[in-house]
């Protein structure tokens, strides 16, 4: 195991204690070049930064991103969190090639938190919304491009001539006409003192030799030997790690802890109680869950314990009938007067239930607190936002806490949520100034998660003579994500009403509404937020509306979808790649379904086969267009990581609630699709001019109603509520 307090042990290692009472993490920071940090210093033991120490000569800071030594290593610092998206590697691709950097040359550190390194598009430091090359990007190629001039301009400086008749290839500048050559860490030390160019020249995408290629991960070999540091891998001196127990109704409150006798067993540090639940730390893991398991905790659960599942069902179904309900934006024409006027008006209604994350590292976090200081370890998505929740928790200045961000393992938006981080340091201010990593079980995770909405939602319509929509309706009800984070509602929530019907579809009169109901259970981000319930519920509803019309789904949506050339360009390519409208056999069956979100256009097409009820999906086409494609490898995993998350909610997943609390607790009843299971994915990218576009959560809003559509083309049994396995679908 990496050893976080050990100078020059691995490249990705985390930041020590004693590294920060050594050195500060800021000594100035002027934000020049559209967001490039000059002075900004990074403590010798900040990850990856034994790779420098590893090389000859005294490493040279050029700006907050970027450091090289004396043999010529790079260090780039991710500003992003690293959660199995590539952002490790992409992110410092983008300096990289700016740089002009020998890409085998470079090593990556893991950010600490800093307003630093915001990301652009959100004025924070954080990890979600598929966001993250879409708002560094243009920062990064600036620093990496000032950082390229900064070293060219040194060089010339040291020959004496025009710094225009210099060059950089490869970590070296060369001046042509008279054959020299010095490499990047000979000129490191002069270059950081070169003034910061304030509009350094990019290069031209056809002059790209890293960005649009695929290249070896930079975690990739981590990963694979093990020796990558996840939150859980933290290890310090005198450490010790506490194991959670918190109410199983959410809202409830500790009542009382009862143990046997007054003393505490060998490895047993002692018991934290907090409001809602009690922890034990110990010297291991094991040796404070199993204290833990012991002891007799009673909770203050009234009035919650009364939910269960089918209460919060019928909430939602009664508030169809809300006529408070609230307009999202987008409204065209007068939706009411043309269903009210029309001879036939279609209605489907569609149900979805909770989802948890269930990350393969559940909820981990160390911390570290003194009189004087605190330190977080955490595999986190928002860094600021979880420094400054230490700062206030500890009542310390914001310059005396730290956070240092680890490889997550997962995250899906689970590990955006602050509540782990709060209460590894409550735990860390009764350990007596010794750092504590707080585990979570699994069961822990499962049962107190952030869940996805559980949502109904019904679509009113009527079509015009030749079968096109000329008015629907859609409304959504469930509880709100932004009233229970609470943010501020100026429209109805987005994070459970987006995506509720694409917009992009051309239909004259459309309303949008939500009607919000209230429960006591705890919801959050999920991959793909809104869209992965809504992209299942307007999909579904569009074939729906295709077959009423007896039209070809296909062809419905491109002609819904004729001003959209990105839209009609990943359909077609789809639907050619995956042999649409070839006969087919009885019992077997292709479904069709498009998404557009995050910046990306994404089709997908399910092949299955229906046998008395028993599904196999053999088949998935997905294109997607997400503008320039950064690394095209990186890109095609994570849609088909996508597919499979998607499959799995589609199929079997879902949170069921009795007695106010959480029923599933591991793997053996919260079920995921297992290999065999999985189909062939057949990926295509589009890569155009276009915006660029988020990656991580774009395949998810399609998958699940490309399988239902394909069920329904197979067997004539639409789906209209998931799981599937509920409605009878066994999985071959």
């Not at 009411?336 to 559940?362: D, G, I, N, Q, R």
């Not at 649409?580 to 069956?589: I, S, V």
């Not at 607790?665 to 576009?693: C, K, Q, T, W």
């Amino acid at each position: 195991m990496p050893d976080p307090g050990k100078p020059g042990s691995l490249d990705y290692t985390l930041l020590s204690g004693a590294d920060l009472g050594r050195r500060g993490f800021l000594q100035s920071a002027g934000l020049v070049a559209g967001g490039l940090a000059v002075g900004l210093v990074l403590p010798a033991g900040a990850a990856g930064s034994d790779a420098i120490a590893k090389g000859a000569g005294t490493a040279a800071e050029l700006n907050a991103y970027v450091e090289i030594s004396g043999d010529d290593v790079i260090a780039i610092v991710v500003p992003g969190a690293e959660l199995g998206q590539g952002v490790y590697t992409a992110l410092p691709k983008i300096i990289a090639e700016e740089l002009e950097a020998d890409w085998s040359r470079v090593v990556v550190r893991l950010a600490m938190a800093d307003t630093a390194y915001d990301n652009p598009a959100k004025k924070r430091q954080s990890t979600g919304n598929s966001d993250a090359i879409k708002g560094y990007f243009d920062v990064l190629r600036t620093i990496g491009a000032a950082t390229r001039e900064m070293l060219i301009s040194a060089a010339a400086a040291q020959w004496e001539v025009p710094r225009e008749t210099c060059r950089a290839s490869q970590s070296r500048v060369h001046h042509d006409a008279s054959g020299r050559s010095l490499s990047y860490g000979a000129l490191a030390q002069s270059a950081s003192s070169q003034p910061v160019p304030e509009d350094p020249p990019l290069k031209a995408p056809d002059s790209y030799t890293l960005l649009g290629k695929s290249v070896p991960r930079k975690d990739g070999p981590a990963k694979v030997t093990g020796s990558a540091v996840y939150g859980a891998d933290v290890r310090l001196p005198g450490q010790l790690y506490a194991s959670i127990r918190t109410s199983p109704v959410f809202g409830g409150k500790l009542k009382a802890v009862r143990k046997e006798g007054d003393a505490l067993p060998p490895g047993v540090f002692g018991i934290v109680e907090l409001d809602d639940g009690v922890t034990v730390v110990g010297d291991s893991f094991w040796e404070a869950n199993t204290f833990l398991q012991g002891l007799e905790v009673e909770f203050d659960s009234q009035p919650n314990d009364t939910w269960d599942s089918a209460q919060i069902s019928a909430a939602m179904h009664a508030a169809l009938n809300d006529e408070t309900a609230r307009a999202f934006p987008g409204t065209k024409g007068d939706v009411k007067a043309v269903l009210e006027e029309s001879a036939e008006v279609s209605e489907f209604t569609y149900e979805v239930p909770f989802l948890a994350h269930v990350c393969m590292e559940p909820m981990t976090a160390t911390a570290q607190v003194t009189d004087t200081s605190c330190m977080v370890w955490a595999p986190h998505q928002q860094q600021g936002a979880a420094r400054e929740l230490a700062a206030r928790i500890t009542g310390l200045p914001l310059e005396q806490v730290t956070l240092q961000g680890t490889f997550c393992g997962g995250g899906f938006g689970r590990k955006w949520e602050l509540d782990f981080v709060a209460q590894a340091v409550q735990i860390a201010k009764e350990t007596e100034g010794r750092p504590v990593t707080l585990m979570w079980t699994r069961e822990q995770d499962v049962q107190h998660d952030f869940y996805r909405p559980a949502v109904v939602s019904r679509y009113r319509a009527t079509l015009d003579d030749a079968g096109n929509p000329l008015g629907v309706h859609a409304r959504v009800a469930g509880p709100s994500v932004s009233r229970f984070q609470g943010r501020e509602q100026r429209i109805p929530d987005p994070f459970v009403v987006g995506g509720a019907l694409n917009r992009l579809y051309a239909i004259p009169n459309k309303l949008v509404d939500y009607a919000e109901i209230s429960t006591h259970v705890p919801v959050g981000f999920w991959r793909a937020v809104a869209r992965s319930h809504n992209g299942f519920i307007s999909e579904s509803f569009i074939d729906e509306l295709a077959h009423l019309a007896g039209r070809d789904p296909l062809e419905y949506r491109l002609a819904l979808l004729a001003s959209s050339s990105r839209a009609t360009a990943v359909l077609e390519k789809a639907a050619a790649e995956a042999g649409w409208g070839k006969p087919r056999e009885p019992g077997t069956g292709m479904g069709v379904a498009f998404s557009s979100g995050f910046g990306s256009f994404n089709a997908q097409i399910a092949e299955v086969s229906v046998n008395d009820g028993l599904l196999r999906i053999h088949r998935v086409t997905c294109v997607l267009d997400c503008g320039f494609v950064i690394d095209p490898d990186t890109v095609r995993a994570q849609m088909e990581g996508g597919i499979i998350d998607g499959l799995s909610a589609a199929l079997f997943s879902k949170v069921t609630i009795a007695d106010g609390a959480v029923q599933e607790s591991n793997f053996d009843n919260y079920r995921f699709i297992r290999l065999a299971e999985v189909p062939e994915i057949d990926v295509h990218l589009l890569s155009g001019d276009g915006p660029l576009g988020g990656v991580g959560e774009a395949a998810v809003p399609a998958i699940a109603p490309a399988v239902a559509n394909a069920v329904f083309a197979a067997s004539g049994k639409r789906l209209r509520k998931l799981p599937m396995l509920d409605e009878g679908i066994r999985i071959a």
